[in-house]
């Protein structure tokens, strides 16, 4: 298993370079990073982009339905025309991430995207997600920039909260920002 980078790490903040080729050795990061992300329990991900593990590469995976798809070199080509809140169930769905854990907020993102990229065997794919895995994109994607989603919810002011594990029960609370 790998190990997750938390913030105030660096890397997190260093745009990533592209893959030139699918080969063995990023097939068998794509391997480790698949099996990191399912072994994540407290908290658990839905996504994992290579500088969350402290590789400089544009790739990540994540949870696309029942099974984890891995992305390699995405490019944005198109998206919905309006960044929205994901509700579902009558309640907002918070955006969370694995580097800075326990830190949930409120983030508006394009409800569908198209993405062009390759897959873990080098093929050229262009395809199109809506939510939720619309938002998990673009959260990993931001991740290959160098951005968190806390940048994105300081510029919308948005809500920050956080889950206290304390005395076997979890709470949340929102913080002050």
Not at 89 to 116: A, D, N, Q, W
Not at 129 to 140: D, G
Not at 156 to 165: H, M
């Amino acid at each position: 298993m790998l190990k997750i980078i938390t913030v105030p790490n660096q890397i997190l903040r260093t745009p990533v370079k592209p893959i030139s080729v699918v080969d063995k050795k990023i097939k068998n990061i794509i391997k480790e990073m698949t099996q990191t992300l399912v072994s994540l329990k407290d908290p658990p991900g839905v996504g994992l982009a290579a500088p969350q593990v402290g590789l400089n590469l544009s790739l990540f995976v994540f949870k696309n339905g029942k099974k984890i798809s891995a992305v390699v070199n995405p490019k944005l080509i198109s998206h919905s025309d309006e960044e929205v809140l994901d509700i579902r169930k009558k309640h907002t769905m918070l955006e969370g991430c694995l580097s800075i854990p326990y830190y949930y907020g409120t983030v508006k993102r394009f409800s569908i995207v198209t993405i062009s990229y390759l897959d873990e065997n080098g093929r050229a794919l262009t395809q199109t997600f809506n939510m939720p895995e619309a938002v998990i994109i673009q959260h990993e994607m931001d991740h290959l920039e160098g951005k968190l989603f806390i940048d994105k919810l300081l510029k919308q002011k948005g809500r920050l909260y956080k889950i206290d594990k304390g005395s076997n029960k979890e709470e949340m609370e929102e913080i002050e920002i």
